[in-house]
């Protein structure tokens, strides 16, 4: 089931990320996060404006995806840059599939007609679910991450939606 977001999922969504840490395959944070150093984040979602959705699925939180404004400028209005995590206990289930599509199904409805995703170079498994949903690499970032002294690139993935 995918719903709103709210702040009483807080502990689960920033659980899902911080799982992600250690893999070095979906953030650049290298020390978890606590859910009340997230709030402020989660704040500046709202269901009719940069939502933040959740896949509930028996009572648990097990996916998350967010819209969040691209580059804070006023003529990017009009484009979004997702987040998607899904609990990896929860990988390769269709989850984080049914929030991108999803995502691209409503966007019209929130005035964006294009997405842009960060992903790393490295992190096949998004780059391929991206790609299956049309999302084309527009750039791509070399060494711009680095974990002790392993460079990563980064992709910026993006589509054009039609209004």
Not at 66 to 91: C, M, N, Q, W
Not at 100 to 105: D, E, G, K, M, R
Request: aromatic share 14%; with cysteine.
């Amino acid at each position: 089931m995918i719903r709103d977001a709210t702040e009483a999922d807080l502990p689960a969504i920033v659980g899902i990320y911080n799982a992600s840490i250690p893999s070095r395959m979906a953030t650049a944070d290298t020390e978890p996060l606590s859910p009340e150093s997230r709030l402020d984040w989660f704040r500046t979602h709202h269901p009719q404006k940069y939502p933040l959705w959740v896949i509930e699925l028996n009572g648990e939180v097990v996916a998350w995806l967010s819209f969040r404004p691209f580059y804070g400028r006023p003529a990017y209005k009009s484009t979004v840059e997702i987040s998607l995590y899904v609990d990896p206990e929860y990988h390769r289930q269709g989850f984080g599939r049914q929030l991108l599509q999803q995502a691209i199904a409503d966007s019209p409805g929130f005035g964006f007609n294009t997405l842009v995703a960060f992903i790393f170079a490295h992190n096949e498994p998004s780059l391929r679910l991206f790609e299956q949903l049309s999302f084309r690499e527009w750039g791509y970032l070399p060494g711009v991450a680095k974990f002790g002294e392993v460079e990563c690139d980064l992709t910026i993935q993006g589509q054009r939606l039609s209004f």
